[in-house]
Structure formats: C-alpha cells, structure tokens
C-alpha cells in the first residue's frame, strides 16, 4: 500500500476539532471516507493530544518517511 502525501492526509483531517487525540482523529478520517492509507498512517501516530494540524503534519512525516509541506 502507498503511502499517503501529506496532503491528504490533512484533507482528511479538514474541520477537525483540535486539540485531539490519535483515535479522535482516525475517526475524523474515516467518518470523511479517508483513503486506507490515511487512516492506516493516523493510527501509527503517538498516542497524544494534538494541538493543531502542524502536531499532526510532524507526526505524519515520521510514520509515513515524507518531508513536511
């Protein structure tokens, strides 16, 4: 399975309420039919509270191997 751009994974995560948890924002994902690979890639984060897409979009580039923006 591909791994997801950092793209969509913020696409999948657009209008999610923050601060959130990893499993806040799974279900974020999956309730938005995120693509397997987004969701899969959201639940390999740290388990942690979110502040804002920023949080997330480090998290991201370390499960996923792609650089930031």
Known sequence: MA???FIEVQ???SGADYPSSRDELVQHA???NA???VVD????LPHRQ???PDE???D???VTGESEG
């Open 30 to 32: 999956k309730a938005k």
């Open 41 to 44: 890639a959201l639940q390999r």
């Open 11 to 13: 696409k999948a995560l």
């Open 3 to 5: 791994q997801p751009t």
């Open 60 to 62: 991201i580039a370390g």
């Open 50 to 52: 979110y502040g804002g």
């Open 35 to 37: 693509d397997e690979g």
């Open 56 to 58: 997330v979009s480090g």
